[in-house]
């Protein structure tokens, strides 16, 4: 069972991120907080957030599994201003989950988790990181758009770049080590991703988040950042497109 209380900007930041793969989600609740992993329909894309309870302001919840639909909480945040409480209970009951936005109560039925597969998470051992802001990538991404379908991440002890080539247009961003918050990369490593994954999850961000890109080269790309007021943690894998010889 899950009674709990949060900001209304806190859940939507939350509903945003994950949104961005999947409608709907099995949540894995426990003492500690909320978790869940997931992956797109195409299985190019996998998400795996954790929620600590301390990103509640008020918490108590017994170790169970929620299967949500994301839209229908999507409708609950259209009730709610920034500044807002929301509160969430499960009625296991009567299988419901229950919100309460001020004097509004919103009752929506929970889905089925067993049919709600679990992805396994590969650990993956890239080998360059790079920190920077989240708004500067989505510079890159807005410069990128109208060029082309795919973008190129680069990354080497000197340089990090977005790049994107169309036909007969391209765009880059390049940062420095002095731009970024730091690069760790011991030789050159690429690798080529559809733009309108990553440009959904950056455009999901807050501008002032720092962002973690962990690369390698023809492997997925790493983006791990803080949520919650860093209370929370969001690790995305996104899988590179390779060009066939």
Same mark, same amino acid.
């Not at 802001?133 to 060029?147: N, V, Y």
């Not at 880059?172 to 050159?188: F, G, K, N, Q």
């Not at 080529?192 to 807050?206: G, V």
């Given at each position: 069972?899950?009674?709990?209380?949060?900001?209304?900007?806190?859940?939507?930041?939350?509903?945003?991120?994950?949104?961005?793969?999947?409608?709907? %989600?099995?949540?894995?609740?426990?003492?500690?907080?909320?978790?869940?992993?997931?992956?797109?329909?195409?299985?190019?894309?996998?998400?795996?957030?954790?929620?600590?309870?301390?990103?509640?302001?008020? #918490?108590?919840?017994?170790?169970?599994?929620?299967?949500?639909?994301?839209?229908?909480?999507?409708?609950?945040?259209?009730?709610?201003?920034?500044?807002?409480?929301?509160?969430?209970?499960?009625? $296991?009951?009567?299988?419901?989950?229950?919100?309460?936005?001020?004097?509004?109560?919103?009752?929506?039925?929970?889905?089925? @988790?067993?049919?709600?597969?679990?992805?396994?998470?590969?650990?993956?051992?890239?080998?360059?990181?790079?920190?920077?802001?989240?708004?500067? /990538?989505?510079?890159?991404?807005?410069?990128?758009?109208?060029?082309?379908?795919?973008?190129?991440?680069?990354?080497?002890?000197?340089?990090?770049? /977005?790049?994107?080539?169309?036909?007969?247009?391209?765009?880059?961003?390049?940062?420095?080590?002095?731009? @970024?918050?730091?690069?760790?990369? $011991?030789?050159?490593?690429?690798?080529?991703? $559809?733009?309108? #994954?990553?440009?959904?999850?950056?455009?999901?961000?807050?501008?002032?988040?720092?962002?973690?890109?962990?690369?390698? %080269?023809? #492997?997925? %790309?790493?983006?791990?950042?803080?949520?919650?007021?860093?209370?929370?943690?969001?690790? #995305?894998?996104?899988? $590179?497109?390779?060009?066939?010889?």
């Amino acid at each position: 069972m899950l009674k709990a209380e949060l900001r209304a900007d806190t859940l939507k930041g939350l509903v945003n991120i994950i949104s961005t793969l999947v409608d709907e %989600v099995k949540f894995t609740v426990t003492p500690e907080g909320m978790s869940l992993k997931a992956v797109d329909p195409a299985h190019v894309a996998m998400i795996e957030l954790n929620v600590g309870k301390d990103a509640f302001a008020s #918490y108590e919840a017994d170790e169970t599994e929620l299967g949500v639909d994301l839209d229908k909480v999507k409708d609950v945040l259209k009730l709610a201003s920034s500044g807002d409480t929301i509160a969430m209970e499960q009625d $296991p009951e009567r299988g419901r989950l229950v919100f309460k936005v001020g004097n509004i109560t919103r009752r929506m039925n929970l889905l089925d @988790t067993a049919t709600m597969s679990v992805p396994k998470v590969p650990q993956l051992q890239l080998a360059a990181a790079v920190e920077l802001p989240a708004s500067e /990538l989505q510079r890159g991404i807005k410069a990128s758009e109208s060029i082309s379908d795919h973008i190129t991440l680069v990354a080497d002890a000197d340089l990090f770049e /977005l790049k994107c080539e169309g036909d007969t247009d391209s765009a880059d961003l390049a940062m420095s080590p002095s731009d @970024t918050v730091s690069i760790e990369a $011991p030789s050159r490593v690429a690798s080529t991703f $559809p733009l309108d #994954y990553f440009s959904n999850l950056m455009k999901a961000i807050p501008a002032e988040t720092t962002v973690r890109l962990e690369l390698d %080269v023809d #492997y997925p %790309v790493k983006v791990v950042f803080g949520i919650a007021d860093g209370r929370g943690t969001v690790r #995305y894998l996104l899988a $590179p497109r390779i060009e066939n010889d």
